[in-house]
């Protein structure tokens, strides 16, 4: 492994996953590694870090690493280049394009992983000095649903609370979202609060999710249904007299128009009910603990922004909470919880193409402001194509040359496979990233730019409850990677603009951003950090985390929004929307009979190009399974852990069955993380419909029509080696890191030759023990090399249920007498059969050994966590423990 040098001092940063924005602190082992503890000073997390937090050292590695700028030459080999040469290609590939079609020939495409600065300089370059606003970013994915429910409704981007109403709420509506598993550390809040304050929890998901296994009430909804579901809340609300008509007198406008419409929607409990596939008496108890109790909090997420409804979910939602005048108030309020590290920075800067920059559009007026402060010779005076848009824009050829910074599109988009081949017939692609390849890198790109990862980039990022915390660098810069801010303004000086791109170092980039967020604002705009606008280089390497706004340089403290009014928007009034009726865009049918849902699972996080690393995180959910209920299984003769073939009008995929009676009739259920560089035949995003919401853009990721088809194995198995091992062709592998070498799980739809394999995989010079049953198409191999453990082939009957056990003795590398017995028979050398599938990372707890805890009298979490150590680390399995306490369902990894 080849890792940084010198090792570092304990530095305190944000954590570079999710929107929560924990504080971690990273410093030197004793072993030269680096070791990550939560910040006990940070506001969000206080010391807490889930798994994937506290496993941040095993991804650290340089391995697979981007380390030099790479041209693609004549022969389409990627090789290595110069800086000079590759920032004198991508400014000339840009200039090229632009001099022959326009500016509107050209395109960034960046993400929410971009730090503030980073994200501030891109926009900066395009929308104010190529002059189009051809920049858009994964968040389009992922929260523009939220930002247009936000502007209509308050005139601004503006999350009005803050992470304390969590701790202060009595009632909280989770809508969409599976935070156990996405948002760990601040569910953990809530939680802490329903045990103990009693605050109760509502979970709205098509699914029963780790998240639903520690709600008061399940609300199993009728995917797409959320709008009717707060539209019959409204109506109640209003019948029950709940309304607050001092609020809404005083500071909204449209009540009257919103309650019209939800009435033609949701006339009565019992049509609200019979609309969103609920019984009427969890309709009736949702409504009646929404109506009485004030202080309500709302989060939603995913499964109401990823809709071609979103925007009108966002404002069915919005509009129950402006009814109430629970908005901007302790415990309670709507809270958007955002998905990457720097989602809202992002919106900040004007990441979307429908942003300028500093939370302001492209009226004439903002445009005119923004072009003065920027001194921009070349504004762009109109919005650019939003994410599903403009790849559609690169297939038609309108798109010449594009830059992706910080996201894999070929794996993340809709009909990833449309845009995979979009992405290969552009004149130029350059993609600045952390890694060697993925799916976008593989896809065609010409240039790639080695930009500085997590742990050595320096710079902002914005959390849930607008808190900008600091990320700090405490590994040197590998190789030749560079900050993003500063490959941007060398493409910038190229261009032509050394004047607006000048900047020295990061700080004055960050100064920049926040004079302009005050630039002619004088209370206009809710994205004020002023008052951070003057900080010495000093200042800003000790910025301690600060929610905004930040007006002014002594403007400090918890902050919400719009409790006494004051929205936005040109009369100060919030609006009520009146939202139109829900409808999916692409329904089941007799030859796409399942409604395909896709988002996440508790230990990767997106195209697992960094959690992939980590041998602690691949143990969950080691392989991409498909969830579905067990009678829609047994209708189609598939057995759990059978190969399905999953088609829609855009793709197919091939994944591993995993039985779950949380799903729904005709729903199921596939995680987005596995890509080309990590399966054989699972890109889920490829089976993916692209339709989009008319006012967010953002795609409908949750519901696309899908068949479902038996795939033949002949056999099943795995093999351990020390270094990659080649996917063989044919196989339906999955790649896993494990301790001391990668594994390989695969279905094979044809007979093996098992000795030619484990010979290829530990090459020559080495002794095989083998056994072998032939009747039962069973082959066991391990490769040692003297003692030394190389490789390692199960094949046949036994060996998924053995992987985990052989996979932990793969770990040590030499092995006595009785451990080499025990590997082959698949059993840990003190006998113990198989652990099932893991539920605690940290401690390697497997569902079995839960089980056995609980056969044995532990009645609750903590019982079990006593018997097994399970859960009593970084907490992140309790949701799923509980969920095997309360259901004794038999656990799925999806
Ligand atoms: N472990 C992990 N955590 C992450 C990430 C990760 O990759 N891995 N990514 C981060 C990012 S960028 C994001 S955006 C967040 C996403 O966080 P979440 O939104 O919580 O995650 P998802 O799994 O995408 O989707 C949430 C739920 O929406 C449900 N859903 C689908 N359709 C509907 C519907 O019509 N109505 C309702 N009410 N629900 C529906 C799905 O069943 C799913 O359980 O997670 C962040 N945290
Ligand atoms: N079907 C379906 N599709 C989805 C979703 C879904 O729920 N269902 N969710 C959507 C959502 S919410 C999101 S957020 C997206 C996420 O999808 P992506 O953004 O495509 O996923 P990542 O794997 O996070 O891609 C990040 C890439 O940037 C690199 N990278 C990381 N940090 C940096 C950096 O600082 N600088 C640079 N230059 N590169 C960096 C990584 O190596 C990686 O290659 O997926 C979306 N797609
Ligand atoms: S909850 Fe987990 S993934 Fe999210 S920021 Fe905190 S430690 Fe990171
Ligand atoms: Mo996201």
Redesign the pocket.
């Known amino acids: 492994m080849t890792v940084h040098e010198p090792q570092p001092k304990p530095v305190a940063t944000t954590c570079p996953?999710?929107?929560v924005g924990c504080g971690v602190i990273a410093g030197a082992g004793g072993d030269g590694r680096v070791t990550i503890a939560g910040d006990p000073g940070h506001p969000a997390n206080r010391g807490k870090l889930c798994v994937?937090g506290s496993t941040l050292g095993e991804t650290l590695s340089l391995d697979d690493r981007l380390l030099h700028p790479m041209m693609r030459a004549r022969s389409g080999a990627l090789e290595r280049v110069s800086w000079e040469t590759a920032l004198d290609a991508v400014a000339e590939g840009f200039r090229r394009a632009i001099d022959t079609a326009g500016p509107d020939a050209t395109a960034f495409y960046l993400s929410?992983q971009l730090l503030t600065e980073d994200y501030y300089a891109a926009n900066k370059l395009m929308k104010g000095f190529v002059g189009t606003a051809n920049v858009d970013t994964n968040s389009r994915l992922?929260m523009a649903s939220s930002v247009a429910g936000h502007r209509r409704a308050f005139g601004s981007d503006t999350v009005p609370g803050a992470y304390e109403d969590l701790d202060e709420a009595d009632l909280l509506v989770l809508?969409?979202?599976?935070?156990a598993?996405?948002?760990p550390i601040l569910w953990q809040r809530m939680v802490a609060a329903q045990r103990e304050r009693g605050a109760r929890i509502v979970v709205?998901?098509?699914?029963r999710?780790a998240t639903a296994a520690d709600a008061d009430l399940v609300l199993q909804?009728q995917?797409?249904?959320?709008t009717t579901l707060f539209a019959g809340l409204l109506v109640h609300l209003a019948e029950a007299g709940a309304c607050d008509s001092l609020y809404l007198a005083a500071h909204t406008t449209g009540f009257d128009e919103a309650l019209v419409r939800a009435r033609e929607i949701a006339p009565t409990l019992a049509a609200t009910a019979a609309a969103t596939g609920l019984t009427p008496g969890d309709v009736a108890t949702f409504f009646a603990w929404f109506t009485e109790t004030a202080r309500t909090v709302t989060l939603y997420?995913?499964?109401?922004n990823q809709?071609a409804q979103g925007t009108d979910k966002v404002s069915a939602i919005l509009n129950c909470h402006l009814a109430t005048g629970r908005i901007g108030r302790q415990g309670m309020g709507p809270f958007s919880?955002t998905?990457?590290p720097n989602a809202m920075g992002g919106r900040e800067v004007g990441g979307l193409a429908n942003m300028l920059a500093a939370h302001m559009g492209f009226s004439g007026t903002e445009v005119d402001r923004v072009r003065r402060f920027w001194g921009a010779p070349r504004m762009a005076e109109r919005e650019g194509l939003k994410a599903v848009q403009m790849f559609d824009a690169v297939a038609a050829g309108t798109i010449r040359a594009m830059w992706v910074m910080g996201t894999n599109p070929a794996a993340s988009m809709p009909r990833a496979d449309a845009v995979r081949a979009a992405l290969g017939g552009l004149d130029l692609l350059v993609v600045s990233d952390n890694v060697l390849s993925n799916d976008t890198i593989q896809s065609g790109a010409h240039i790639l730019l080695p930009a500085a990862a997590w742990g050595e980039k320096d710079g902002t990022v914005t959390n849930s409850e607008r808190r900008i915390s600091r990320q700090r660098p405490f590994l040197p810069l590998p190789g030749e990677a560079r900050p993003d801010w500063w490959i941007i303004a060398e493409v910038a000086k190229r261009l032509g603009f050394a004047e607006g791109f000048a900047w020295p170092n990061v700080a004055s980039v960050f100064r920049e951003h926040a004079a302009l967020s005050s630039f002619e604002n004088r209370g206009t705009r809710d994205f004020d950090i002023g008052g951070l606008a003057c900080l010495s280089e000093a200042q800003y390497e000790d910025l301690a985390p600060v929610q905004w706004p930040v007006r002014n340089h002594t403007d400090r403290g918890l902050k919400r929004f719009f409790a006494a009014g004051g929205f936005y928007t040109a009369d100060g009034r919030a609006r009520l929307v009146a939202v139109a009726p829900p409808a999916l865009k692409d329904l089941p049918d007799a030859n796409r009979p399942f409604l395909l849902?896709t988002?996440?699972?508790?230990?990767?996080?997106?195209t697992m190009t960094r959690t992939g690393k980590a041998p602690t995180l691949g143990r969950h959910a080691p392989e991409p399974t498909l969830a579905i209920h067990p009678e829609d299984a047994a209708a189609a003769g598939l057995a759990d852990g059978a190969m399905a073939r999953v088609a829609t009008a855009h793709g197919t995929a091939v994944l591993r069955l995993a039985i779950d009676p949380g799903q729904r009739r005709g729903e199921i259920?596939a995680p987005i993380?596995w890509t080309g560089e990590t399966t054989a035949a699972a890109r889920v995003g490829a089976l993916v419909q692209a339709a989009t919401d008319p006012f967010s853009g953002q795609p409908e990721l949750?519901?696309t029509a899908a068949s479902l088809a038996p795939v033949p194995v002949a056999t099943e198995g795995f093999v351990l080696a020390r270094s990659r091992p080649a996917a063989e062709a044919g196989l339906l592998w999955t790649r896993v890191t494990v301790e001391g070498g990668e594994a390989l799980l695969f279905a094979a739809p044809e007979a093996i030759d098992g000795p030619a394999f484990i010979r290829r995989l530990a090459g020559d010079g080495v002794t095989v023990t083998e056994v072998s049953d032939p009747a039962r198409g069973l082959y066991r191999a391990a490769a040692f090399r003297g003692d030394a453990l190389e490789a390692v082939c199960f094949l046949g009957p036994g060996a998924r249920i053995a992987y985990p056990v052989v996979a932990g003795l793969f770990a040590r590398d030499r092995l006595d007498a009785t451990s080499r017995k025990a590997l082959l028979a698949g059993r840990s050398p003190d006998g113990l059969p198989d652990p099932g599938p893991t539920v605690c990372a940290c401690f390697s707890v497997g569902l079995n050994a839960v089980k056995e805890a609980i056969a044995a009298g532990a009645g609750d979490v903590d019982a079990v966590g006593k018997a097994t150590r399970a859960g009593t680390n970084c907490g992140s399995c309790r949701s799923e423990i509980r969920r095997v306490l309360v259901e004794g369902a038999r656990l799925v990894s999806a």
Request: charged share 20%; with cysteine.
């Open positions: 996953y999710c929107g994937k929410g992922c809508v969409g979202s599976n935070a598993w996405c948002h709205i998901d098509p699914r999710t909804i995917p797409g249904a959320d997420s995913q499964g109401v809709s919880l998905g990457q849902n988002g996440r699972t508790r230990d990767q996080w997106h259920f993380h949750k519901a």
